[in-house]
């Protein structure tokens, strides 16, 4: 049976992605590999994602977890894979103008979600989130992807997150556990080790931006991307979603990926589209 997709979206939502989402952005995202798009959501969006928050703050899925010391003053929380259970999450995904976005950055005919992401620091949390790429993580390759990293507070420059510009280009580099620095998913030695970036700073082209609630940060899955703790009294509740686009495929690791989709490979063979109810058909052009 063939998939649908969701509603045509507005014509205030389509004038608004075409006004915010300049032939320039889009241009600085395939040469960049990370964008800022500027009040892509409307207020009553943005409530609507931070009341999902609350609630998935209020009752976390089985995949929860904290990515912070036990001596951090703060506390970096993270769940994953709710929109099927927090009907905030799956109203907003659907309903806001997230894939028409997507759907212009990847230039794909076909925008389809990979997954939700929910990361907050809550004040005078100090765990950085180090140097990395996504995309090694996953199961999956392709090039046509987005993440959007969508905060509900407001963002310092000092607090946000931080690409370096190009590297979504390849190559890949060794994913490493964020607290230990192991090599738990390829082979040691199977990848180049990222630089230490934060040493170099000034010789690496780092881009980032403040943000205010209603903005978008976009990027891509292998764009090294990292953050700081947050400073003074703020908390960071940000939601990221991914998206796939045309020429993504299945690609069953044998090991954990970040997030695990138990049962999958049985179901979805390797190179396969990623055609799966898992992995809903949000926008087709076809």
């Known amino acids: 049976m063939p998939e649908t997709t969701s509603p045509t979206f ?15 952005l889009v241009q600085d995202f395939a040469r ?3 964008i800022c798009i500027r009040q892509l959501l409307s207020p009553e969006e943005v409530a609507l994602l931070r009341d999902g928050i609350e609630a998935n703050l209020a009752q976390p899925s089985p995949r929860a977890k904290v990515a912070s010391r036990p001596d951090d003053p703060g506390r970096f929380f993270e769940d994953f ?3 099927q259970d927090i009907d905030q999450f799956a109203r907003f995904i ?8 997507a759907q212009k950055l990847m230039a794909s005919d076909t925008v389809r979600l990979y997954h939700d992401h ?8 100090r765990q950085r989130t180090p140097w990395h790429q996504d995309q090694p993580y996953y199961n999956i390759e392709g090039q046509q992807n987005v993440s959007m990293w969508i905060p509900v507070d407001p963002v310092s420059r000092a607090s ?7 590297s979504h280009k390849g190559p890949w580099l060794m ?12 082979p040691e030695g199977s990848l180049a080790d990222l630089p230490d970036i934060e040493a170099q700073r000034d010789t690496f082209p780092i881009i980032g931006w403040q943000i205010e ?6 990027f891509h899955m292998l764009a090294l991307h990292a953050a700081a703790g947050v400073d003074g009294p703020n908390r960071r509740r940000v939601f990221s979603v991914r998206f796939l686009g045309d020429d993504v495929r299945h690609a069953p690791r044998p090991w954990k990926t970040s997030p695990e989709f138990p049962g999958l490979a049985d179901s979805l063979p390797a190179g396969a589209a990623m055609d799966h109810p898992l992995f809903p058909l949000l926008l087709s052009s076809n």
Not at 10 to 24: C, M, N, P, Y
Not at 94 to 101: I, M, S, W
Not at 175 to 186: E, G, L, T, V, Y
Not at 213 to 218: A, E, R, S
């Open 175 to 186: 994913p490493r556990s964020f607290m230990d620095n192991q090599a738990k998913w390829f």
């Open 94 to 101: 659907h309903e806001a103008p997230l894939a028409l976005a």
């Open 118 to 125: 929910l990361l907050v620091k809550e004040p005078g949390t």
């Open 213 to 218: 609630p209603g903005d978008v940060v976009c």
């Open 10 to 24: 507005s014509a205030e939502i389509q004038a608004r992605v075409q006004a915010r989402l300049t032939d320039t």
């Open 81 to 83: 894979c709710n929109w």
């Open 32 to 34: 960049d590999g990370a």
């Open 160 to 166: 946000t997150l931080e690409f370096v510009a190009g």
